[in-house]
């Protein structure tokens, strides 16, 4: 189903905000300092945070994880725990401060006039009670309704955040939902009471790009019809232009910048917010860019600041800027930044990545078999021949007739949903999973067979990459043991000459080769995710499966990790197999883009050209959801999808439920047709290619550098 | 569900009959031969060979097997060589007083295990906590034949308020009945407290940090709702396998407990068989303990369901 583009309802110009009666603030927070305490000393996790949301104001709270941005959203909601505390400062909600409020009078306050929605749907509902009697939970609570009451309410909610079939919804337990409809039931829960202020931490982050547009969309309205306030927490800036109309910028624990969004994020003031800005990836078709990043990790303080605290990373910085602590800055409307030289720095963008090694990218040889060739590859899961009748089943199809290559030196995305069946294809690569039907040949080798015989060259020379940096590292190892084991798997005999090449690979993905003896739990995120990628170079691998390698990142720290492997390939001749959900970070890094739903492919081609017009129906739809800023062009109408699961393995196209383009029963009952061009372009679907080419490009910037 | 319950029922069923299998291989190795004990020490040889003869002694194994297993399928035990009785009634007797004994020391165990497992993960790390991990850990460091000994001595001997062992029928009336319970009742529970408390308080500490307590909170719930509704019914699921394997524990028999108490159980049924060498009533007792560790585990996997609605929904699936 389509909707109508939203139109976000405008910033007021800041100067009529500054000449009208202000009205008082509904939430002010004043001089917040949170402090967590451990064995080994406190940590700020805030220091002297103030801002004020109005009456009807959406304000978010950016900043990278350890800006202190989930913890202050805790204090308002007096949830802080384990070993956090407020120090000083006031938090003032519509006049009374919160602070000095007993534990029962806040708790009170809590899910009746401050709800709140938290990032994860999945784990926010409580397994063993059903959804009707969770969201009915505060209103009995707050309200004092009967449970038949509160029961017709649930209803009533239910339909107001979108769901259409309030009745089952209601009945059903937590697991039986989709992560959107779960995600609607949370914020359905929040509204019962009705409350003043939300505060709403990260509430998209874990949900699919589609669904995530569908709830921003659903959230910018609600708080429009209900003229609600909130705080919106995020780590995405595009995210926050799309619902936010002022913005606070968080790092380390001190507010570096306030402002209505559509300055701060198109005139940014603080170096931070300029960084912050320039590294969110964009959908770009010159994939030999390379994107800008914040070099370094977040400071933590334990005191109040000697110096200012981005110094450290600033490329900005001078002498001065490491000897005083910054102070905040207000203009005449009210905006501040916490920045000596922001006047100074005013136009002047984050400065460009240094192309760095301008080697010539190894050639790889176009003419030459490809590396990977993956053919009618099928994997069905859960599938059970069993002598009880009642116990066979036919499995769920993960993937469903797969057929691609990947080059030498050629860099494919995998870009899906969760359950697209996109990790799967990658798992079936490197021979983790076995195919049920289908090969997989590598270098022209039937990798399944081989490696089941004992072939460990093959392993050797196609590594995997993961997600979460932390989960792939023992905890127990230091990072040279954790490298040095696929060096002695691969025969590698000589200690001294394994620890010199450990050495030698933290090198190479810019880490100090002291590293080598590090914990993981010492390292950040980026730092982790960099000695996963050492590891799996540590065999000379020619191929590297990134299962969503950079998706668990900050924004600065994933442009960072992004370039890193740009770079490798550029050297190494690398091909990768690059898995995501984020169809803007494929188009920094790929070369050819797969897009995938329900365990199909439905569109396959160059990048430049899967992000052009003629589009299948998803890929049209996966753009439109990209989240931009506003100096990015206008923006184009977005299409909103279902939240309805797909139906791969059924005899139409796996798409087809989902569909706004749907043309009829024949996409429920027959397999869409592949349509090719020359330059190795597919889609499969019902409707003509000549009909698809006539939809409007959703990135009309990129029409202009075509590849041909 | 109904498709679940009738898969476990058919995985008992094949368990039942292999451990049937092994059970009798197992008996027959036993040194001693049956007709010679029966004949006793100096009997002639074709004495105890018409003894053999008769009980079916000198049929190849095989079909030795078949005549008890299809006994068994009849609900037909055989007949005690020593006390010379149907085994099925002695058996039952027995099995009816592990019964009581477990249960009454299993709720005991649940409530008191749980409770403190409860509050100790919700006091973590304070007193509270320490208190009932230090006094949970007493009970399951010192052997349980010495609480056994020491409760006997300080209620039984020295202040007389209980009976030191034996057993009431309920026919005697509820106080004799009970009285004779407390003791063995107790010994078990300083036994298995500790094990059950540790469990609840751990599972009780994972649950008490997830977002949907979490939520439950930014829902203005109060402590106690949070506790108990949200949290506690998560935190069950890895205390209930263990409550079951408990329980086929003590129905098997606590043949120590039993011992001191002279508690005519399980237990002690089978110390006779043994001692006795009756190895009909030997083979009886150890099948039926079996069949009651696996029906505890069936019930326990069925509790899970009930508690947990995603693996009820597994279920129904199947």
Redesign the interface.
Known sequence: MMTAPQARPAVPPVTAAASAPEPAPLLDVRGLTISYGNARGTLRAASDVGFAIRPGEVMGLVGESGSGKSTIAMAI?D?LGGGGRVESGEILFDGTDLRRLSAPER??????RI??V???PF???????TVGRQIA??LI??KGFSPRQAAARVQDLLSEVGIRDPRRVAAA?P??LSGGMQQRA?IA?ALGCEPKLL?LDEPTTALDVTVEARIIDLLAKLCDSHRLSALFVSHNLGIVNRICQTVTVLYGGLVVETGPTGRVLSRPAHPYSKGLVAALPRITAGRRHRLPSIPGTVAKLSGPPAACVFAPRCPFAEEACRSRPQAMLTDAAGDGVRCWKADALAGIPWPDEDAGIARDPKKAQPRSAPLVEVDHLRKIYGANRSI?P??RRAGTVAVEDVSFTVGRGEVVGVVGESGSGKSTIGRALLALTEPSAGTVLFDGADLTRRVRQGDQDLRRRAQLVFQNSAASLNPRKTVGDAMDRPLVLAGRADAEERRKTVAGLLTRVGLPSAYADRYPHELSGGERQRVNIARALATDPDFVVCDEAVSALDVSVQANILNLLAELRDEMGLSYLFITHDIAVVSHIADRVLVVYGGTICEEGPTGRVLRPPYHPYTEALLSAVPRLAEDGQETPRILLEDAAPTPGGQGCAFAARCPRKLGAVCDEQAPPVHRTDDGHRIACHIPLATLAERAAVFPELAGDAPH | ML?YT??RL?YLALVLAVMSVLIFLVTQAMPGDVASMIAGQFASKEVVDAIAVKLGLDQPLIVQYGQWAAGILRGDLGRSLVLEQPIAPILMEALARSLVLAVVALAVVAVVGIGLGVLAAVRRGKLTDQLVSGVSYLGIAVPDFFWAIVLVLIFGSYMKLLPTGGYAPLSDGFLPWASHLVLPVVTLVLMLLARIARLTRSSMIDVLQ???V?????????ES?VIL??AL??ALLPTITVLAIDFGLILGGVVVIETIFSYPGMGRLLLFAIQRHDLPLIQATILVVSAAYCLANLTADLLYAY????IR?GMKA?
């Open positions: 909601l949830l708790r009170a306050l809590r899910g009746d709800a709140a938290f990032q994860d784990t926010s509902l409580n397994p063993a009670l939970e505060p609570q707050h337990y697991h039986e949370l829960t505060i009880l009642w116990l | 498709a009738l898969t058919v997830t977002n949907y979490k939520f439950a909170r930014a829902k203005g719930m109060p709702v509704r949200h019914k998560n508690v947990n609605p995603k929904h199947a």
